[in-house]
């Protein structure tokens, strides 16, 4: 869909893990991004997503379990089905290298007052388990 080299920053907002094919992915945002251009992105943080949004938050599942059928509740009460595809915090790490970035940051910020939040119940949890995975690459 773009030239090669087009662009100097590609950015993406909690997405990956509905990607199936993430190096697939990170490969394309290599081919369009110009030498030194940037890849950042975040995800929803892989021990979020093992662990449960009641406290003490305690693990639902394992922490290696990769791909999860789930249902999008909030259509009007009719639920829609749809996989998830959980990475370990290293699978990002190899999935970048493999695409040849180089790995500038990881970030996995804590929650602050300011910030906006569907309940103050996954707030709570926020401040006990990382919610965002934030990786910033280089080409």
Not at 27 to 33: D, F
Not at 44 to 62: L, N, R, V, W
Not at 101 to 119: C, Y
Request: proline share 5%.
């Amino acid at each position: 869909m773009f030239g090669d080299e087009r662009f100097d920053l590609v950015v993406s907002v909690h997405v990956m893990s509905y990607v199936e094919h993430v190096d697939r992915c990170f490969a394309e945002a290599r081919r369009v991004l110009v030498p030194s251009g940037i890849l950042a992105f975040s995800t929803q943080h892989p021990m979020d997503c093992a662990t449960s949004d009641e406290a003490p938050y305690g693990f639902i599942k394992s922490y290696f379990e990769l791909e999860t059928n789930e249902v999008w509740s909030s259509l009007g009460g009719h639920g829609a089905p749809f996989r998830r595809y959980h990475r370990t915090v290293a699978d990002y790490f190899k999935y970048l290298q493999n695409a040849r970035f180089t790995i500038e940051a990881l970030l996995e910020p804590k929650p602050t007052n300011d910030m906006v939040w569907e309940g103050r119940e996954y707030f709570a949890k926020l401040a006990v388990v990382p919610g965002t995975l934030v990786f910033k690459a280089r080409k």
